[in-house]
């Protein structure tokens, strides 16, 4: 393999919602939803090893896909509650 690469280990505060990840626009970490219970919330991951932070503070819902602006400055979210299905 060409070039170098370094693996980051950290650990998760609690499991992965829905398997999606995202990095962040400039690189730094990687976004991600938490389930905890019975409602998901994205989580920021530093890869420098600092504290991640909760990014939202859902009640209820469950994440179904996020992105960002084409910009990158904005989170756009899509959620349903457990009463809710979707395609």
Same mark, same amino acid.
């Given at each position: 393999?060409?070039?170098?690469? +370094?693996?980051?280990? !950290?650990?998760?505060? +609690? &499991?992965?919602?829905? /398997?999606?990840?995202? !990095?962040? +626009?400039? /690189?730094?970490?990687?976004?991600?939803?938490? +389930?905890? /219970?019975?409602?998901?919330?994205?989580?920021?991951?530093?890869?420098?090893?600092?504290?991640?932070?909760?990014?939202?503070?859902?009640?209820?819902? !469950?994440?179904?896909?996020?992105?960002?602006?084409? &910009? /990158?400055?904005?989170? &756009?979210?899509?959620?349903?509650? &457990?009463?809710?299905?979707?395609?």
């Amino acid at each position: 393999m060409a070039g170098s690469f +370094r693996i980051i280990d !950290f650990e998760r505060p +609690r &499991a992965i919602a829905n /398997g999606r990840i995202l !990095f962040k +626009r400039d /690189g730094t970490g990687i976004i991600d939803p938490i +389930r905890d /219970g019975r409602t998901d919330n994205l989580w920021l991951q530093h890869l420098d090893g600092t504290t991640g932070k909760q990014l939202t503070d859902l009640k209820s819902e !469950f994440i179904h896909d996020f992105d960002y602006s084409y &910009a /990158g400055k904005q989170l &756009a979210i899509t959620t349903a509650t &457990a009463s809710q299905t979707w395609c």
